[in-house]
């Protein structure tokens, strides 16, 4: 049995091992389930399993559908929602300025 569990709104754990939540459930064929990294696809966590053999927050499922439903909460949030956006803007713009040269105005 696969066991993954959320940690919390950063972090989940499968198999007692902790990842950040920027994974995302991928359907293969009729009955199977992957986990890939949205960044890098060549980094998967999960190879396609049936969906019998994975429980969600010990839960386990009846169809893939409802295993990638229960999935996608726990194993990925979304950028805007895990970042404080005004801050976050705040910041790289701050970064922006301090490597962007200002335009030089000739003297006359």
């Known amino acids: 049995m696969i066991i993954i569990n959320t940690i919390d709104e950063k ?21 199977k389930v992957a986990l890939y990294n949205i960044f890098d ?3 998967q966590i999960l190879p396609g399993v ?3 053999e994975v429980s ?5 499922f009846d ?5 990638i ?19 976050y803007q705040l910041k790289n713009e701050k970064e922006r300025r301090a490597v962007t040269p200002r335009c030089q105005v ?3």
């Open 41 to 43: 696809t060549r980094l």
């Open 50 to 52: 049936h969906y019998s």
């Open 69 to 87: 439903s229960a999935l996608l909460p726990v194993v990925y949030v979304s950028f805007a929602e895990s970042v404080n956006i005004d801050d």
């Open 106 to 108: 000739p003297e006359k």
């Open 63 to 67: 169809s893939q559908a409802a295993l």
């Open 11 to 31: 972090y989940f754990e499968l198999n007692g091992t902790r990842f950040a939540r920027i994974f995302h459930p991928l359907k293969l064929g009729n009955d």
């Open 56 to 60: 969600v927050d010990a839960t386990a």
